[in-house]
């Protein structure tokens, strides 16, 4: 017996060392497999009476490595916790009548393309009400609940140059030639965009005839309805050099009358007025925008005029941040409304004379991969208010907040797998810049079980943007780095959100710039505190990041081994290739490349590659129109002609947001640290 019970530890001993994710606690670290077991709640929508919520549950197929989403509904106090049809996945846009008997929501059908749908609350019967030519977006009631308006495309025809001759019966002709003549003709993780422009369309709530509400070539945004029906509100850009003038960069507050179609400007400056809202009693509009001074970054304020565009004036909150998600108060005398503040997202209400109040933090959780921000909530007709709440430690989970007491979470679609992980600590990381003495952040998740005593390897993961942010917020990508024994580091740089406007535009007319240094000051600091050492350094990042890579091992080589994924190389040729080319020229640089073509150069990391000699891994989607591969090409093909060990790792069918599938996100973060591994000590 005692010889049986020696072997039997023996072999449990020899299975524990076997299994490297074990960690001491017993519980395993997070692994890649974990990817395809997340979930998280998207666009939560409370009921009118505030008792129910539906909201998009979303996670991933192993099988189809595919994204999934299904509509889920929830009694606001926890119980009832059910699918809300019979469907696995393709459902969303999920929104209540305003009586809160029915929901509107979208699905895409075995043969059709995706469809508007009407759940009725008594019953459980669900029907389709519509045959629709393209998809369906940004749905909305009528207030009497009579009517559903949304957005749909309506294809338009290229132009053809000649007229081929006529091909013999049964041959087999090349396809004819695409002639375009647009200058956004193509859009990254769509491909290229074919002919026509987004319309605001009606149709009855029980079925029945589509009516076309605009005309136009333009695109016009999603519809807002006034209190008693006669008026759409929505947000575009139908001015003549729409296509060369980005509705990021300038469009209008319009309505439209129902009956006769009449389009009505509100708004008439240059900037982007966007997000329209009207009060409960009809008579005010509430909407965000700025006048654009031409600069790399500006935030939004908060805007107020009458519902016929008269006096118009903002709404002087103090706050120097991006507001986002405006809503109006039930009785209308506030709003409410998302912001980001040092990495964090936060839901606010704001009175008419602006006094601002921070209902909850930690929004969010919807980006699955790295840790952007990203969030949403809806109001009932007596305030409660239900959204997502991410924290390090799990991504968007359902959260409710009644009678403005802290958020209460009531649901944890996460805790079987999270729950039994032993995740890195997240740590909030402050130092200042030697530059100018400025305050800067970042962040720090420590290997699971780590040892004060002991010093790692620092791993340095950079943001995209650069305007964007990084923040407290559950990641997988970085969870698997530290997993893999790295200190990872990510830090928000001069020119990352949520920090103000004057801290955000600090790289006008200089990208890259000082935000290099604001990176090494942060690794320098964790040196100096020992947290790392100096011949245990790595980077890595993706688009803005990934520049950023390229740039760091261009300036200096105290880094053992890099991987710079989906990069911009040569300003030049990226900002004549890609499709957003409207975000550079002035705004960025001063004027085109081709009128400051030395300007351009000196910003564009391929001037550095001779500098370069930190073995680098170089990463791009195939299918990338927004940094192209022919980015990545030229980093590639300039180290292996200077001898400079790298490798050119192509995600066969990916966009630019690289990792959309989870055997994306998993193969990505596998090359890096197979990459990494090679120059370890």
Do not use: C
């Not at 994710?21 to 409370?46: E, R, T």
């Not at 005839?209 to 029906?229: E, K, L, N």
């Not at 009932?380 to 403005?404: C, F, Q, R, W």
């Not at 000082?514 to 990176?519: F, G, L, S, T, V």
Request: glycine residues 10%; aromatic residues 12%; hydrophobic residues 35%.
């Amino acid at each position: 017996m005692k010889s049986y019970k020696r072997t039997l530890f023996t072999l449990l001993f020899i299975l524990v060392l076997a299994s490297p994710n074990i960690n001491a606690q017993g519980s395993p670290s997070f692994s890649a497999m974990d990817v395809f077991d997340l979930q998280w709640v998207h666009n939560p929508q409370i009921s009118p009476d505030g008792k129910h919520i539906v909201y998009n549950r979303r996670g991933f197929n192993k099988m189809t490595d595919r994204r999934t989403s299904s509509l889920w509904i929830i009694n606001s106090d926890g119980s009832g916790h059910q699918k809300l049809t019979s469907r696995t996945s393709g459902e969303g846009n999920a929104i209540w009548s305003p009586d809160g008997d029915r929901i509107a929501y979208t699905s895409s059908e075995e043969g059709h393309g995706s469809e508007i749908f009407i759940y009725w609350l008594e019953s459980g019967v669900t029907a389709r009400i519509t045959q629709l030519e393209s998809s369906p977006g940004g749905l909305a009631w009528s207030p009497d609940g009579q009517y559903l308006s949304f957005t749909m495309k309506i294809e338009g025809r290229n132009p053809v140059l000649v007229t081929s001759p006529k091909k013999p019966k049964g041959a087999e002709w090349a396809p004819a030639p695409r002639v375009t003549t647009r200058l956004n003709y193509e859009q990254d993780g769509a491909g290229y965009i074919s002919p026509g422009y987004r319309h605001i369309f009606i149709t009855p709530a029980d079925g029945g005839a589509v009516r076309q509400i605009t005309q136009g070539d333009f695109d016009h945004g999603s519809p807002v309805w006034s209190p008693y029906g006669e008026h759409i509100y929505f947000s575009a850009n139908r001015n003549e050099d729409h296509d060369k003038v980005s509705g990021y960069r300038n469009s209008e507050i319009y309505s439209v009358n129902v009956s006769d179609q009449t389009i009505t400007p509100l708004t008439d400056r240059f900037g982007p007025d966007s997000n329209p809202v009207i009060s409960p009693d009809g008579k005010t509009i509430a909407y965000l925008g700025y006048d654009d001074k031409i600069q790399t970054y500006q935030i939004r304020h908060i805007y107020l005029m009458n519902s016929d565009g008269s006096n118009k004036k903002m709404l002087e909150t103090g706050l120097d941040r991006s507001p986002s998600s405006l809503e109006w108060k039930a009785n209308g005398n506030g709003l409410y409304f998302l912001y980001d503040d040092e990495g964090i997202t936060k839901l606010a209400e704001t009175d008419l004379r602006g006094k601002v109040n921070v209902l909850a933090e930690n929004i969010g959780g919807t980006s699955i991969g790295r840790p952007y921000g990203g969030g949403s909530y809806s109001v009932s007709d007596n305030g409660e208010i239900a959204m997502n709440l991410t924290s390090p430690e799990h991504p968007a989970e359902l959260a409710v907040m009644s009678n403005k007491k802290a958020a209460n979470l009531i649901t944890s679609l996460n805790d079987a797998l999270l729950g039994n992980r032993t995740l890195g600590k997240v740590e909030d990381y402050r130092y200042k810049s030697s530059v100018d003495g400025i305050d800067l952040q970042g962040w720090l998740i420590y290997p699971p079980n780590y040892d004060e005593s002991r010093s790692y390897p620092l791993l340095v993961e950079i943001h995209g943007g650069p305007i964007s942010n990084y923040g407290p917020r559950f990641t997988p990508e970085l969870q698997l780095f530290a997993a893999a024994g790295y200190v990872v580091f990510y830090p928000n740089m001069r020119g990352s959100t949520s920090y103000g406007e004057e801290f955000g535009n600090l790289l006008y007319h200089d990208y890259p710039g000082d935000d290099y240094h604001d990176i090494m000051d942060g690794v320098d600091k964790l040196i100096e505190d020992r947290i790392t050492s100096e011949d245990s350094l790595f980077v890595t990042g993706g688009s803005a990041g990934g520049i950023m890579t390229a740039w760091m091992i261009g300036k200096n080589n105290r880094f053992e081994s890099a991987a710079v994924v989906k990069p911009v190389m040569n300003w030049i040729s990226k900002t004549l290739v890609a499709d957003n080319y409207f975000g550079y020229a002035e705004y960025r640089y001063p004027g085109q490349p081709w009128e400051e073509f030395e300007t351009y150069w000196k910003y564009s990391p391929v001037s550095l590659v001779g500098n370069i000699e930190t073995p680098t891994l170089v990463m791009v989607g195939t299918e990338d129109l927004r940094t192209p591969l022919s980015e990545a090409k030229q980093l590639y093909g300039a180290l292996k002609i200077r001898e400079i060990e790298t490798a050119l790792v192509e995600i066969p069918g990916a966009s630019h947001f690289i990792a959309n599938r989870p055997s994306q996100l998993i193969t990505k973060v596998d090359h890096i640290l197979a990459w990494f591994k090679k120059s370890r000590k």
